[in-house]
């Protein structure tokens, strides 16, 4: 064997060799590039991946647990009643979390919120057949419960077979941009 072709051979052997260095190079660092979550896409509508959580947006227009701790103790009510309206609070806070969270899960679009005797009273902006959908809570929180400190009103799924009342559902509108929600800083 001559000289050129053995160098030929070897000019072969190391190209080949950096070629497999390069392609492995490549496909491990595609690898890894694939096994990073993608943030979640904040939009909602008909094609929507993943929408904003209900937490995020209710934490974004209700007031924080120290903001409502801090109200309460500027109360002339017993440290019991305080107790029992904060923990009432955040019972209703977190129930309407876990049914929007749910919702999200099955495909549910539509909710109502169900008023309760007390509700009826401060919750002047909602008729009783009314109904919200998922992207008034994405770019509204502030229209869910709760309201007020003892405020009973719970939001429900709205359910296609649901029948309202003669007046028929009735959609929870603005009043000239504002939705006029009660001041949270009220008992019911």
């Known amino acids: 064997m001559d000289l050129s072709v053995i160098l030929i051979v070897v000019t072969i052997i190391v190209l080949s060799i950096i070629l497999a260095a390069i392609g492995a190079y490549v496909v491990i660092h595609s690898a890894e590039e694939k096994e990073e979550a993608p943030p979640p896409i904040d939009v909602s509508g008909q094609y929507?991946?993943?929408?904003?959580?209900?937490?995020?947006?209710?934490e974004s227009v209700k007031p924080s647990e120290t903001d409502l701790k801090k109200?309460?103790?500027?109360?002339?009510?017993?440290?019991?009643?305080?107790?029992?309206?904060f923990e009432q609070w955040q019972?209703?806070?977190?129930?309407?979390?876990?049914?929007?969270?749910?919702?999200?899960?099955?495909?549910?679009?539509?909710?109502?919120?169900?008023?309760?005797?007390?509700?009826?009273?401060?919750?002047?902006?909602?008729?009783?057949?009314?109904?919200?959908?998922?992207?008034?809570?994405?770019?509204?929180?502030?229209?869910l419960p709760p309201y007020v400190f003892g405020c009973d009103c719970r939001l429900m799924p709205k359910l296609p077979w649901e029948n309202p009342g003669k007046s028929g559902w009735k959609a929870v509108v603005p009043d000239n941009g504002v939705y006029h929600v009660p001041d949270w800083r009220q008992f019911a």
């Open 48 to 58: 929507a991946v993943v929408v904003r959580p209900a937490r995020l947006s209710m």
């Open 71 to 85: 109200w309460l103790s500027s109360q002339n009510i017993s440290e019991e009643e305080k107790s029992r309206y």
């Open 91 to 143: 019972k209703t806070y977190e129930e309407t979390i876990r049914i929007i969270d749910e919702g999200d899960r099955n495909g549910t679009v539509t909710y109502r919120i169900e008023l309760g005797p007390k509700g009826k009273q401060y919750c002047k902006f909602l008729n009783e057949e009314n109904f919200i959908t998922r992207e008034q809570i994405r770019n509204h929180a502030e229209l």
